[in-house]
Structures are given as C-alpha cells and as structure tokens.
C-alpha cells in the first residue's frame, strides 16, 4: 500500500528565512505527488503537483518541490518565507487512474513563522 | 482551478439527529467524489469514494449505515450523517475529480460539532 511520511511534526522559521518541508513517499509505481496548504478551519488549497517530466516543480506563491526518485522524496521549499506562510502543509501521493484520485495524505507539518 | 463548493460551513447538531452535507463542483463535471474526515490537529483521512450514479466504496472501518453517500448527480454528492453522536464531531472536506483530469479539487469543509 502506498503511504506517505512527514518527518516534522512542527517547524518554526524566521520570516525572509529559506524553508524545506520534507516529505518521504512509499510507493510500487512511479507516484503523482501533490502538496496541499491548510489555513485553519479550511479546506486544502493545492500547491504545486508532480505527475512526470521535470523533477522540479514550481507551484504558487513562490513555493517549488523537488521529486527525487532515488531518495523517494518530495521536499517542498521557499526561498523566503512570509508570514502568511503559516499553515498547515500535507503532502499527498495518488497513482493515475485515469479518473479518480485518491488520496493519501502524510500526517501534515504545521508551520509558524516568527516575526 | 475548478471550484468545489461544500455546504454547510459549520453546523451543531443534537445527538441522535441526522446531518447532511453537500458537495457541488460549480463548473466541472464529477464523476467521482471523495469524502475525507480530519481530526483536530490530524490528516486527512479517506471514508469514501462515490462514483455519479453508483454505490460509494467504503475505506475499511467505516460505517456505510452510519455515513450515507449519495452521488445522484454528477456535479452534487452528499453525505449524510445518521443518528450522530458527539464521536462524529469531525472536519469534514470532500473532493472532487472530473473524467479528463487526474487533479482533485477540495471544497472548503464542514465543521460538524454534535451535542
């Protein structure tokens, strides 16, 4: 089965300092990766997403993430952290289907940014 | 991105009551849904899948009588929580995938809070 592991629990960073989410997947086949961002309260917004190609990834509001393949990794990472960067990060991993895509999340890393 | 919308926001129920909540993409077709259910400080975790005009697969450990699934159309899916109890109060978030894209779309969550 496949999962996904988020190593950090909770990471605090300074505001303008670089950031690196970790994200370690399991997996049979070649992996459709997402990263999701959470405010509280929220739904889940989508971040940037690997399905093949270039192993890196750019998503939105500056964020990229690097698809490893020898590593099984996704590290999601920001130049220059802001402080509205604060939420919680999950990790997420689906094979193509065709169709339908389903999920399976890491336990998330929740972010806190210092001012 | 393709818009999903969930309904309610919150909602606070006496226990032994049912709960319906609804989950619409506005301008995409569904043709399969997902339903998630997320603890406080927790991930996402996957109940089930519902397919337009078929019966819900249901993850292991969840209760299909419990939490009723219907996909009746291909842009609605509800899920109905019967006879709930203060156990069930959950984050709730479903997600939504159409037939030419692999991507899943997330509304933005019920906060269900039972008494």
């Known amino acids: 089965a496949q999962s996904v592991t988020q190593p950090d629990i909770h990471i605090t960073v300074s505001e303008g300092a670089s950031l690196e989410l970790r994200c370690n997947y399991s997996y049979g086949a070649t992996p459709y990766l997402f990263w999701y961002v959470q405010s509280p309260g929220q739904g889940l917004q989508l971040l940037l997403k690997?399905?093949?190609?270039?192993?890196l990834v750019q998503g939105i509001k500056g964020f990229e993430a690097e698809f490893k393949r020898s590593q099984s990794s996704f590290n999601l990472r920001k130049p220059s952290v802001h402080w509205s960067d604060a939420a919680e990060y999950f990790c997420?991993?689906?094979?193509?289907?065709?169709?339908?895509?389903?999920?399976?999340f890491g336990t998330g890393t929740r972010l806190q940014v210092t001012l | 991105g393709a818009v999903v919308s969930q309904h309610p926001s919150w909602v606070i129920c006496k226990s032994g009551t049912s709960v319906k909540i609804e989950c619409r993409s506005l301008d995409f077709q569904a043709t399969t849904m997902f339903w998630y259910r997320q603890f406080p400080k927790q991930s996402l975790m996957l109940m089930a899948t519902?397919?337009?005009?078929?019966?819900?697969?249901?993850e292991q450990g969840v209760e299909k009588d419990k939490f009723l699934i219907n996909h009746a159309s291909l842009t609605l899916s509800t899920l109905t929580v019967t006879s709930a109890h203060p156990e069930d109060s959950s984050f709730y978030i479903c997600s939504a995938s159409g037939a030419v894209n692999t991507e899943a779309f997330f509304g933005q969550g019920t906060r269900l809070t039972v008494v």
């Open positions: 690997y399905f093949s190609g270039d192993t």
């Open positions: 997420a991993v689906t094979r193509n289907t065709g169709t339908a895509s389903k999920l399976t």
């Open positions: 519902s397919n337009e005009g078929s019966k819900a697969t249901y």
